[in-house]
């Protein structure tokens, strides 16, 4: 590979932590709700490991937040080929990243890569493919040979980061555009985001496109995990007076949630905090919910010692956290007494190991290596979190 198009989503992930399960559309809302932009830290990241390995790249990519600031700070000179008109707040669109993308094709670049979310790798292959389309119509296929295909790779950046085509930390996707050789179609999909903040996951397939062949690539998210009742059952035996608890999104810990009378947020933070052995209350014996839905702010708001975490691995990629859980952040998980990991049999057998990607590498640091899952009501299995 001699030539790289790199394309940031500068908005992508602003909705996490506030809660909001995505930034389409709710960007004033994002903002409203006191959200920083993220994308770009990763982007610089992810380009700080590439320019450590091929610091003699020729990188296209676009003007300003999209690309050219981050790949200058990490050594590269960078050829800029699109400079976005961004409106009144400064910020870009897809249509951006859209025109960015063809002015890389334009430019015959051997890999795109971009930083963001599902959305912003929707954007990416639709381009890629139509670029496709109509070059083949173009040359017509005369020479009887399949057409070549502009791989593309993904930074994950956006809250949404179910798609097979990111590596698994701005780090890795880094050194994977550095050392590939060779490709594979892989799966960009999508989540209908406002089925998604009703509580539904409406996944759909856009696109296959050609992705780098690497260990560190993430895989797309399973949608069916096995039963989990007794585990939810075993659980709520074992509530332990007077201690809040955070619960993450998913079914999995929604079971829990369920067996204890909560009203939960499918995929949503709930803070719930269990009666001390002192309290009574004949309507909701065993305790009572601080926040709903919560956002990072308003889950450090209703806080209150001894706090145990309850989460559960994204099914086929095994994040637990960083992936549509971005509320529990670090400074949640620092006043966290433990961390408690739920999960069917089915789910880990699909896992070689769980992993965290939280935006903070000491946390990071202290949660990896083996961690007991809870799996039944009585049973538990030792998983790596790597």
């Keep these: 590979m001699d030539t790289i198009g790199v394309v940031v ?25 006191g959200a920083t932009p993220r994308a770009p830290d990763r982007a610089t990241e992810a380009l700080d490991a590439l320019f450590q390995r091929r610091p003699d790249l020729t990188v296209y ?25 961004v409106d009144s707040r400064g910020d870009t669109t897809a249509d951006d990243t859209r025109a960015a993308v063809e002015a890389f094709l334009e430019r015959g670049v051997d890999l795109v890569l971009f930083v963001g979310g599902d959305g912003t790798a ?24 399949e057409s070549k295909r502009t791989p593309m790779l993904g930074v994950p950046a956006g809250v949404k980061v179910y798609s097979s085509v990111f590596g698994v930390s701005p780090t890795e996707a880094g050194r994977i555009a550095a050392e590939f050789e060779r490709v594979e179609p892989r799966e960009v999909n999508d989540i209908d985001e406002a089925a998604y903040r009703e509580g539904e996951v409406r996944a759909e397939l856009k696109a296959v496109v050609p992705v780098p062949v690497a260990e560190q690539l ?28 955070v619960f993450g999104p998913g079914s999995t810990v929604g079971a829990i949630e369920s067996e204890l009378g909560i009203d939960a947020s499918p995929l949503g933070v709930d803070v719930w905090r269990a009666r001390s052995t002192e309290e009574t ?24 010692e001894p706090i145990v975490i309850v989460v559960s691995p994204i099914g086929g990629q095994g994040f ?46 202290s949660l990896r290596g083996w961690q007991k899952v809870r799996t039944g009501r009585f049973t538990t299995r030792l998983v790596q979190i790597v």
């Excluded at 809660?19 to 709700?33: Q, V």
């Excluded at 496709?132 to 020479?143: A, I, R, V, W, Y």
């Excluded at 952040?329 to 990991?341: C, F, G, H, K, Y």
């Design 9 to 33: 989503n500068p908005i992508a992930g602003m909705g996490g932590r506030v809660g909001l399960k995505g930034t389409d559309g709710k960007l004033a809302e994002a903002r409203r709700r």
């Design 122 to 145: 929707v954007d990416v292959a639709e381009v890629l493919t139509a670029y496709e389309d109509e070059s083949e119509g173009e040359n017509d296929n005369e020479s009887g040979e």
């Design 281 to 304: 209350n004949a309507d909701d014996w065993h305790g009572y919910l601080l926040a709903r839905d919560a956002s990072e702010s308003e889950i450090l708001e209703v806080l209150a």
């Design 61 to 85: 990519t676009a003007a300003g937040e999209m690309g050219a600031d981050q790949a200058r700070a990490v050594g590269y000179e960078p050829t800029v080929v699109y400079d976005p008109e």
């Design 218 to 245: 993430q895989a797309s998210k399973q949608l069916a995990s096995g039963s989990v009742d007794s585990l939810a059952r075993g659980f709520a035996r074992e509530i332990e007076p007077g201690t809040t608890y």
């Design 320 to 365: 637990v956290f960083g992936r549509g859980n971005h509320q529990i952040s670090p400074a949640v998980i620092d006043r966290a007494r433990d961390v408690e990991i739920v999960a069917s049999d089915e789910k880990l057998d699909g896992l070689d190991s769980l992993r965290v990607d939280t935006d903070d590498e000491r946390i990071d640091d």
